[in-house]
């Protein structure tokens, strides 16, 4: 049985690319964004929108690599590439969005093969499950999608 499964895969396609009830789509979203604008902070205190689409990536990717159980890459890993030092030769808006989407469509991937049971086996060095985790992607992804909307919109 995988009815769980099937939900958190649903409500993640749908906050990514769907209608979502609560506004339009994380995609939808970054689309609508100038790459000439993403390098620029608007406050001292947050973040340029490049560096918050880094930080959504690092997750997405140590997400990825839990569903794939890479047992190589530490969570110190991705914690290295929290809110890293963004090189705008490499860390492009298009490179960026796509390699979100491709995380994104691995996961959603990776998923389609679980069944529930697999939502309760723990996550390495963690002290959370598999499922918890999938939820808090959705929830951190949504949060980033706000702030990215908000940015945005003091820079047009």
Known sequence: MNKEVQYIITTLQGSLDGDPWYGRSLYAILKEVEPASVFINPDEKGHALIEILYHMIAWAEAVQSTLEGDTQK????????????????????????????????RILELLQSKNDDFL????????????????GLIQHNIYHQGQIAYVKKLLD
């Open 74 to 105: 530490q969570i110190s890993y991705y914690e290295a590439l929290d809110w890293r030092e963004i090189d705008p030769t490499i860390h492009t808006w298009k490179n960026g969005v796509n390699e979100l989407k491709a995380t994104h469509r």
């Open 120 to 135: 309760a086996s723990p996550v390495s060095q963690r002290t959370y499950t598999i499922g918890y985790m999938l939820h």
